[in-house]
């Protein structure tokens, strides 16, 4: 009976999502430097991503794409298969704006997804299908485009494959690795009850509710809320460093990625 016992419950920790974890794969994105859409930069970024999700055991596919003047870019689908016909989506994007080493925008929400796939590989049976997005040429004031282009990218292939009516939820971790407390954006007037209702009571009280201004997201979600899907966005409530050079591997909180991980990864295994 004990024997049992410890063996559940190290089966249990051993597939709990790390913090720090996600904060070193973030630190050292960010130390590699600027990551621009389109850019050599972006693409090893993406590789490096790529190799995590196969190393922990996730089914790997690419969605690419042109950025206009500035090359190729593509989204990374980390993929985790369950019975039923739903599916779950958590995203961040690779690139940054230069000079920005884009720590907190965004190798805080990449570091993110590469914990959660160790977690997630593990994981005996999501509720729904789950995919870790790990997009390309989100940063509009790079692209000069008027949407963010992974996440375009991302429901076209929704579409394609016929699942954008499966989607249960699309959660865009932008800005997740500093401080203690986050915003939940999202283009819904007031919180949805089986939406936002639900990564709020899931913050536990470190995250609070903002509608996106006029509507329109400035982040991946905004896309796939266009599309017609249930989408948010996670992140701090400011970062005065965004798109800056002050925005370095330095900043980053160990601890404010064990808070995001506990807020995220039960919503991962459950929802449906």
């Known amino acids: 009976m004990i024997a049992t016992f410890l063996a559940c419950c190290v089966a249990a920790a051993a597939s709990a999502p790390s913090g720090s974890e996600a904060y070193n794969f973030a630190v050292s994105l960010a130390r590699q430097g600027p990551r621009p859409a389109g850019s050599v930069s972006e693409r090893r970024a993406h590789q490096r991503v790529a190799a995590r999700f196969r190393t922990v055991g996730l089914r790997v596919g690419y969605e690419r794409f042109r ?31 230069p000079p920005a080493d884009g720590a907190d925008d965004n190798a805080s929400g990449v ?22 997005v790990a997009t390309g040429a989100e940063e509009r004031p790079y692209t000069k485009t008027p949407d963010h282009l992974g996440a375009s990218a ?53 995250v609070r509710y903002a509608r996106d201004p006029q509507g329109e997201g400035n ?28 925005d370095t591997a330095s900043r980053l909180q160990r ?5 995001v991980l506990r807020i995220v990864w039960p919503l991962l295994r459950t929802w449906t």
Do not use: Y
Request: proline letters at 6%; aromatic letters at 2%; glycine letters at 8%.
């Open 67 to 97: 950025v206009p003047d500035k090359g190729q870019s593509r989204n990374v689908i980390g993929i985790r298969d369950a019975p039923g016909d739903c599916l779950v989506i958590a995203m961040a994007h690779t690139d940054s704006v």
């Open 255 to 259: 601890g404010a990625f064990t808070r």
């Open 219 to 246: 982040s991946d979600h905004r896309e796939l809320a266009r599309a017609g899907a249930p989408a948010a966005k996670l992140g701090v409530p400011d970062d005065s460093c965004r798109h800056t050079a002050c």
């Open 154 to 206: 991302l429901v076209k292939r929704l579409r394609r494959t016929n699942r954008l009516k499966d989607v249960r939820l699309a959660l865009s971790l932008d800005e997740v690795g500093r401080g203690s407390r986050f915003v939940l954006h999202s283009t819904a007037p007031t919180p949805r009850e089986t939406v936002e209702q639900r990564i709020l009571d899931a913050g536990n009280g470190r």
């Open 111 to 132: 570091g993110t997804l590469v914990a959660l796939a160790r977690a997630l590989a593990t994981e005996p049976e999501p509720a729904c299908d789950v995919w870790l």
